[in-house]
């Protein structure tokens, strides 16, 4: 039986604790689809998360001596992800002190001046420069040139952004994919940083090992988006994930200090651009699709009649934007996926003020018009308390909401 998706606290600590994330699901749901596809799957299979986020999926599938591809357009998610890599542990333990001599020596000797007025906002001027200086340090130091996302290196970035988080003194709102900005008034000497970079980088050393065997599966990620991914046709043989959710949740911007120093502006805007579920608008589109299915068009021609401001001029293009990129993401899966080969998707249904967005059934619906032979609900959760409930305001529209999160399965 496939087991629920939510999160149990055991999995809010340890590498689940690293990034500033919240929408992972459960690795006991991963572990139980593992198990009813495990006829299905050898040693060469390959298990695909399109939306890999904080990387579960790639975590539970190198547990079970599984190989996984994660695949996720936000550049610090995909480098957290990859970090959580078994391959590097041997060489983490045997190599990392001098490597971080080095690294440290770099980045303290450096007298480089690096145009960081994009961070302004958020950090002090004389902090983000040694921040940055460390980063091209690591670079520097570690560069090697993959088209994945390279694990070793993932690594000590992720150490960064989790200290960065750490001495910047952020701390989180109510609303945890909104990025709350501190007065930038941080002041502290490189030794400063240099501690707190050693201490969190033997913790999450020890978090790693904790979690991983000797026998375990390869986990590569790619920084990509899962409309066009680098994956070659029919060779997925497994697909775990979860689809961005539809709740005016936008994963760049509760990402948005790590993303401004990993790439600064521009690319921060082209991820958010890219990100499907983002809040900005990106395209004018207003009408939907007829391969989206009915349910789909149903919802957007209640949205384009309804009365409230705004509906017609932010909102329908903001979900049509959802909806495109999810159907673009469904082709894609369908390119990569082997024939007879299943894909879960966790998904939860979601409400524009009075009118239901039922987004398990639109993803069936629109799975079935691309040419999957089945898509079927195989769980449904009703839950207590979803991101939907942080705007109050919605509640207004309807009392008796119910939000559900179901498990459908998709075959080729
Ligand atoms: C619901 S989360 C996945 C959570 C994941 N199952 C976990 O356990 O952490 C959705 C992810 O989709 C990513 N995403 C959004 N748009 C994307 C796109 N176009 N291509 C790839 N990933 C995207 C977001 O950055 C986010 O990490």
């Given at each position: 039986m496939i087991s629920?998706?939510?999160r149990t606290a055991y999995e809010k600590g340890s590498v689940h604790s690293w990034h500033p994330y919240y929408a992972g699901y459960s690795e006991f749901f991963v572990d139980s689809v593992?198990?009813?596809e495990s006829g299905r799957l050898t040693q060469n299979s390959i298990i695909l998360d399109p939306w890999v986020g904080s990387g579960t999926t790639g975590v539970v599938c190198q547990k079970n001596g599984l190989n996984c591809v994660g695949i996720d357009v936000n550049s610090s998610m995909a480098i957290f992800s990859a970090s959580k890599s078994s391959k590097i542990l041997p060489k983490l333990k045997?190599?990392?002190t001098s490597i971080l001599n080095r690294i440290f020596a770099r980045a303290k000797?450096?007298?480089?001046v690096y145009d960081t007025s994009h961070l302004d906002e958020i950090m002090s001027s004389s902090f983000t420069l040694k921040m940055t200086r460390l980063l091209v340090a690591i670079e520097d130091e570690l560069h090697t040139e993959t088209l994945r996302v390279e694990p070793f290196i993932s690594f000590f970035k992720s150490v960064l952004l989790v200290s960065n988080r750490q001495l910047m003194g952020y701390k989180s709102g109510s609303n945890p994919t909104w990025f709350k900005k501190t007065p930038p008034t941080q002041c502290l000497p490189f030794a400063t940083i240099e501690k707190v970079y050693r201490q969190n980088f033997d913790s999450m050393l020890y978090d790693l090992e904790e979690i991983f065997s000797l026998n375990?599966?390869?986990?590569?990620?790619y920084e990509s988006s899962s409309v066009s991914?680098?994956?070659?046709d029919n060779s997925v043989d497994l697909v775990i994930t979860s689809?961005?959710?539809?709740?005016?949740i936008d994963y760049a911007v509760s990402t948005q200090v790590e993303l401004l120093l990993l790439g600064g502006a521009k690319k921060y805007r082209s991820i958010r651009e890219n990100t499907i579920g983002t809040t900005t608008i990106f395209s004018q589109r207003k009408c939907g699709d007829r391969s989206w299915g009915k349910l789909c068009n149903e919802v957007i021609s209640a949205i384009n009649s309804h009365s409230s401001y705004s509906s017609q001029d932010y909102y329908i293009k903001n979900k049509i934007q959802y909806f495109d990129g999810s159907y673009q993401s469904l082709l894609e899966l369908y390119r990569v996926m082997k024939v007879e080969a299943n894909a879960y998707l966790v998904i939860q249904n979601s409400y524009y003020k009075e009118i239901p967005i039922p987004l398990p059934e639109i993803y069936m619906q629109m799975a079935k018009a691309i040419g999957f032979s089945e898509a079927v609900c195989e769980r449904r959760d009703i839950l207590k308390s979803t991101m939907a409930h942080i705007n109050v305001k919605s509640?207004?529209?309807e009392k008796n909401k119910i939000y559900y999160e179901d498990v459908i399965r998709l075959k080729k």
């Open positions: 629920s998706a939510k593992l198990k009813i045997s190599e990392s000797k450096s007298r480089k375990t599966g390869s986990f590569s990620v991914t680098p994956v070659a689809p961005p959710y539809l709740t005016r509640k207004r529209y």
